[in-house]
C-alpha cells in the first residue's frame, strides 16, 4: 500500500492552526445558540406576564371606574341600595296612631297613602293613593256597597273598577291613576283596588284622616 507523508492537518486535534481554528469554533457557536435561546426565553416570559389576565385585569377595571366617575355613570355595585329596589311607601307613625285599631281601612290624604289593618296591625300596604281634594271627604266611614271591575261611573262615564263606596255622594276606593286627581274618590293601582274590594266586606270600618 503506497504511503505519503502524513501531514498533521490531517490529524484530528493536530497542531495546524487550520485544524485548531475548526474545533476551536464549535463549542463558541454553541454558546452563542443557547445565549439566543435564553433570549428568547425571557423575552417571551416578560411579554406574558404583561399581558396575563390576573396582572393586567386589575389596572383595567380601575381605570373603566375612574372614567365612569368622570363621565357621572355609576355601575351596578356603586348604586345605593334604595337606587336597585323598588321604593316603598313609608308610614309616618303618627299617622298609624291616628287610624283607630278599629278601622280596617285607613288613608292619610297629607301623606297620599293607605292601608288595610285589623286590629290595629297592617294587613296590607301602607300603598300610594290619589284622591279628590277638596271633595274627598275626611271621617269615620263604613263600606256600603261594593262594584265590580266593569264597573262604570253614572255620573262621570269613568271606569271605577273595584269599587268599595265608603261615603256619601259616591265616594269609593277604586283602581284610577295615581298622576290625576279623582272627582272625589280614591285612587289605588289596580292590584290594591282588587285587593281592598276583596277584603273589604260591607259594614267594614273605614277612616279618613
Same mark, same amino acid.
Given at each position: 500500500?503506497?504511503?505519503?507523508?502524513?501531514?498533521?492537518?490531517?490529524?484530528?486535534?493536530?497542531?495546524?492552526?487550520? #485544524?485548531?481554528?475548526?474545533?476551536?469554533?464549535?463549542?463558541?457557536?454553541?454558546?452563542?445558540?443557547?445565549?439566543?435561546?435564553?433570549? +428568547?426565553?425571557?423575552?417571551?416570559?416578560?411579554?406574558?406576564? #404583561?399581558?396575563?389576565?390576573? $396582572?393586567?385585569?386589575? %389596572?383595567?377595571?380601575?381605570?373603566?371606574?375612574?372614567?365612569?366617575?368622570?363621565?357621572?355613570?355609576?355601575?351596578?355595585?356603586?348604586?345605593?341600595?334604595?337606587?336597585?329596589?323598588?321604593?316603598?311607601?313609608?308610614?309616618?307613625?303618627?299617622?298609624?296612631?291616628?287610624?283607630?285599631?278599629? $278601622?280596617?281601612?285607613?288613608?292619610?290624604?297629607?301623606?297620599?297613602?293607605?292601608?288595610?289593618?285589623?286590629?290595629?296591625?297592617?294587613?296590607?300596604? %301602607?300603598?300610594?293613593?290619589?284622591?279628590?281634594?277638596?271633595?274627598?271627604?275626611?271621617?269615620?266611614?263604613?263600606?256600603?256597597?261594593?262594584?265590580?271591575?266593569?264597573?262604570?261611573?253614572?255620573?262621570?262615564?269613568?271606569?271605577? %273598577?273595584?269599587?268599595? +263606596? +265608603?261615603?256619601?255622594?259616591?265616594?269609593?276606593?277604586?283602581?284610577?291613576?295615581?298622576?290625576?286627581?279623582?272627582?272625589?274618590?280614591?285612587?289605588?293601582?289596580?292590584?290594591?283596588?282588587?285587593?281592598?274590594?276583596?277584603?273589604? %266586606?260591607?259594614?267594614?270600618?273605614?277612616?279618613?284622616?
Amino acid at each position: 500500500m503506497a504511503s505519503g507523508p502524513l501531514t498533521t492537518e490531517g490529524m484530528p486535534g493536530g497542531g495546524s492552526r487550520r #485544524g485548531r481554528a475548526a474545533y476551536g469554533h464549535r463549542p463558541r457557536a454553541a454558546r452563542i445558540a443557547v445565549l439566543a435561546v435564553l433570549i +428568547f426565553v425571557a423575552t417571551t416570559a416578560a411579554g406574558w406576564r #404583561g399581558t396575563g389576565h390576573s $396582572a393586567g385585569a386589575a %389596572p383595567l377595571t380601575a381605570s373603566k371606574q375612574a372614567a365612569d366617575s368622570v363621565s357621572g355613570r355609576m355601575t351596578a355595585d356603586q348604586l345605593p341600595a334604595s337606587a336597585t329596589s323598588a321604593s316603598t311607601p313609608v308610614l309616618n307613625p303618627g299617622a298609624r296612631r291616628t287610624c283607630p285599631p278599629a $278601622a280596617s281601612a285607613c288613608a292619610d290624604l297629607s301623606a297620599d297613602l293607605s292601608w288595610l289593618q285589623s286590629d290595629g296591625t297592617i294587613t296590607y300596604g %301602607p300603598v300610594r293613593i290619589e284622591p279628590g281634594l277638596p271633595r274627598t271627604p275626611r271621617g269615620t266611614f263604613r263600606v256600603q256597597w261594593k262594584a265590580g271591575a266593569q264597573y262604570v261611573s253614572t255620573e262621570f262615564n269613568e271606569p271605577m %273598577p273595584y269599587a268599595v +263606596f +265608603f261615603a256619601p255622594g259616591g265616594i269609593a276606593f277604586h283602581g284610577g291613576s295615581l298622576t290625576t286627581k279623582s272627582h272625589g274618590c280614591i285612587h289605588l293601582d289596580i292590584d290594591s283596588a282588587q285587593y281592598y274590594y276583596d277584603h273589604l %266586606p260591607v259594614g267594614a270600618e273605614v277612616v279618613v284622616f
